[in-house]
């Protein structure tokens, strides 16, 4: 039987009906789509078309400038250039990267670092040079139209040191903000990007320092390219930093760098007495915070942190070292005060050179002795025999009770990073858990007594000590920016007028008596009051140690040296401080003298 065939007008009738139902529903779906995208997502394609079109750039705030004491400036901002890349992905930063490597003399190391800043943060325009200068952007503005877009040349504020490494370790330096730091309550509310203070007063007072970036907006093409200003929002202008006065005295601090022996390590530091004010804090070795504004090399910065010198490390606030013979006035100070001694005890043995103590023998620093003294004397000549008999009648216990007393054990509270409170041992149970019950006798409180054993301090919390004999007992708080009141004092020591009168006499015995450790080092013009102290050293030559202050009647200033291997510190510690003493003295009092009009403090 023969099919019976469709018609063609019925065929092409229902192929055209299929055609008119498939086009009605593509206009349908072209609808609901131009509907989402037009209405529901309207603001998100046009955040995502701004963002593509639109750049923000950051504007670096100034920072404040740093001043000492007399107006001079320490730290301040000088024109620079920066360059940044505002890249597309990170094909595209690669690509710029290698364009702008023989320019800037960029490492495979430093463009890997800008690539991974670039992950972690990829809507923030990438800084691939902060402290560009006139030659590298004059040579990028000359190849402009053959080098990749996305470049962003801009005129910046750059920080400056104006003495290099003198102040580098009160001052410190800043850089670009980590993400450690990002994550810091410190830095609440900072962005990536940001210049931060990375220690001294830069990090401390960043807040006041740093003012509030700006941000521009850039309107950029497909290929990354600036086309210009975007005028469809306000610029925000950057609000400037505060300025910044410090306590330190610069000429003082230059004359501390200039006494300190070169080639050697150690601290000096020089405070107000009554209010704790920092006039001079040197540390040797130092580094120069220049070198870090715009950045530093990876290779250069392992470089610096593992030089033997250590100089990044500040000796005056961080260091421990055993005090020495310095510490024996905290023991003479414990003894006046729970009754131990007098102005005129003396011990039962005399001084030989050396005292035997259960079959041990304990030197004195010079082997001829010093035969019987009073606790004036041994002071004065810093008998060890008197001091180790002193230590002994004292007992272990009260020794460790009594020293807490003294500001030990502490932080100074100093508006620096990294202030210790130096190590000493808190109890017998301490020497118990560590050598074990029968593992040590009392004979430790003999070396305790001289400033050696279990003991180290930084020279900043001996200063504060020191302090306290010349004030009258107050402990000051240790200040070096000049800003707002002068802080609450951090305790006072437990002796009466008269026990510190004693002290203090001795203090002046040492520098000015016959016989006194320092006797080398007094003054013409003022009456130094101080002690040495010579520190044993596990790794080579004695530290030496002097502290001292003057006019010893009415003290404005109190002074310490350590010079790390500097031997004795008669002769390695107590000249600095001698001499640095007279200079202060003497510009103050010339400073004085001078007539209204004129302001210069000679040698500054």
């Known amino acids: 039987m023969r099919s019976i065939a469709r018609p063609p007008q019925v065929s092409r009738r229902a192929r055209s009906r299929l055609a008119r139902w498939l086009s009605l529903l593509v206009v349908i779906g072209l609808g609901i789509q131009f509907f989402r995208i037009q209405i529901l997502k309207h603001t998100t394609y046009a955040l995502q078309s701004e963002g593509n079109r639109i750049r923000a750039l950051p504007i670096p705030a100034a920072r404040g400038t740093i001043y000492d004491r007399n107006g001079e400036v320490i730290a301040e901002n000088v024109p620079g250039y920066s360059i940044a890349v505002l890249p597309l992905s990170i094909d595209s930063l690669r690509v710029v990267l290698e364009e702008l490597a023989p320019i800037l003399e960029l490492s495979g190391e430093q463009a890997e670092r800008l690539v991974e800043s670039y992950r972690r943060h990829p809507n923030r325009p990438i800084t691939v040079e902060r402290n560009a200068s006139f030659a590298e952007v004059s040579a990028i503005e000359e190849r402009r139209a053959h080098l990749p877009g996305g470049i962003v040349v801009e005129a910046a504020p750059k920080r400056r040191y104006t003495h290099d490494s003198l102040l580098a370790h009160v001052v410190g330096y800043v850089a670009e903000i980590s993400d450690a730091d990002l994550k810091d309550p410190e830095f609440q509310g900072y962005e990536p990007g940001r210049i931060v203070g990375q220690t001294g007063v830069e990090r401390v007072y960043d807040r006041l320092l740093a003012g509030t970036p700006g941000v521009r907006y ?35 601090q230059q004359r501390a760098a200039e006494l300190f022996p070169d080639s050697m390590a150690g601290a000096v530091v020089a405070l107000e007495p009554r209010l704790g004010a920092v006039l001079a804090m040197y540390s040797s070795p130092s580094y120069d915070p220049n070198a870090f504004v715009g950045g530093f090399e990876p290779a250069a910065w392992r470089a610096l ?40 005890t003396k011990m039962p043995i005399p001084c030989r050179g050396a005292l035997l103590y259960y079959g041990r023998v304990f030197h004195d620093w010079t082997p001829v002795g010093h035969g019987a003294l009073d606790l004036h004397g041994a002071i004065r000549q810093s008998c060890d025999v008197y001091f180790y008999q002193l230590g002994l009648k004292i007992g272990l216990e009260g020794v460790l009770a009594g020293v807490g007393e003294f500001g030990m054990g502490q932080v100074t509270g100093i508006d620096l990073p990294s202030d210790i409170s130096g190590t000493f041992p808190p109890s017998t149970a301490w020497y118990d858990e560590r050598y074990g019950p029968s593992g040590w006798t009392n004979s430790v409180v003999l070396n305790l007594a001289i400033g050696q054993g279990e003991n180290a301090q930084s020279p900043l919390k001996m200063v504060q000590v020191f302090a306290a004999l010349a004030n009258g007992g107050t402990l000051p708080t240790p200040r070096v920016a000049r800003l707002g009141p002068a802080p609450e004092p951090a305790g006072a020591i437990p002796l009466n007028t008269e026990q510190l009168a004693i002290l203090r006499d ?80 003497n510009s103050r009092l010339n400073s004085r003298a001078s007539t209204p009009e004129s302001t210069e403090v000679e040698g500054g």
Request: no cysteine.
């Open 218 to 252: 850039v309107e950029v093409n497909a290929l990354g390219r600036v086309v210009g200003e975007f005028r469809g929002r306000e610029p925000v202008d950057p609000v400037p930093g505060r300025d910044l006065y410090l306590n330190i005295d610069l000429a003082l």
């Open 506 to 585: 001795a203090l002046v015995a040492v520098v000015n008596e016959p016989r006194g450790t320092a006797r080398g080092s007094r003054l013409r013009d003022w009456t130094l009051a101080g002690k040495t102290g010579t520190a044993q050293n596990p790794h080579g030559e004695d530290h030496a140690w002097f502290l001292g202050f003057a006019p010893a009647e009415d003290p404005v200033i109190v002074a310490a040296a350590v010079v790390e291997a500097g031997g004795h510190g008669s002769s390695g510690a107590a000249p600095i401080v001698s001499r640095l003493i007279d200079f202060y003295l």
């Open 305 to 344: 942190n593992t030089d033997p010198g250590r100089p990044l490390f500040n000796r005056a606030v961080t260091a421990a070292y055993a005090p020495g013979s310095t510490f024996k006035l905290i023991i003479a100070g414990i003894a006046l005060k729970e009754g131990y001694a007098e102005l005129d």
